[in-house]
């Protein structure tokens, strides 16, 4: 599976942005996939998950703020991200899993396949 992440962009606080992550080579309702996210000397950090029955996981900082959804005719994943905060500029990178299980769907090591980032920059 080929992943590419776009959407990114600079955002004023309070606004909003919607990140997609399209998918080429296999097709993605087959897959787990999740957004994860790292901002400048931090760890990377799960953002949203949904898994191939169509349930989401959202990270706690992003409750009430993000929405992930799939459109299966597109074979892309989205990330809705509402009330945006200077704390959520990173770079969000999308990743989709063929065996991910509940129990690890939050950790990147059960990803098999990556998108190259895109940044997300929230000027306060």
């Known amino acids: 599976v080929q992943l590419q992440a776009s959407g990114g962009g600079l955002v004023q606080a309070g606004g909003s942005l919607r990140l997609s992550c399209a998918a080429s080579?296999?097709?993605?309702?087959?897959?787990?996939v999740a957004w994860f996210r790292q901002g400048s000397g931090k760890e990377r950090d799960f953002v949203a998950a949904?898994?191939?029955?169509?349930?989401?996981y959202i990270a706690d900082f992003g409750k009430g703020r993000f929405t992930i959804s799939r459109d299966n005719a597109k074979n892309t994943v989205y990330l809705q991200m509402n009330s945006l905060n200077s704390d959520d500029t990173a770079v969000y990178y999308c990743?989709?899993?063929?065996?991910?299980?509940?129990?690890?769907?939050?950790?990147?090591?059960?990803?098999?396949?990556w998108g190259q980032g895109t940044l997300v920059t929230v000027s306060s």
């Open positions: 949904i898994r191939r029955s169509g349930h989401t």
């Open positions: 080579g296999r097709t993605l309702s087959s897959h787990a």
């Open positions: 990743a989709a899993g063929e065996r991910t299980i509940l129990s690890t769907i939050r950790t990147a090591r059960a990803y098999d396949y």
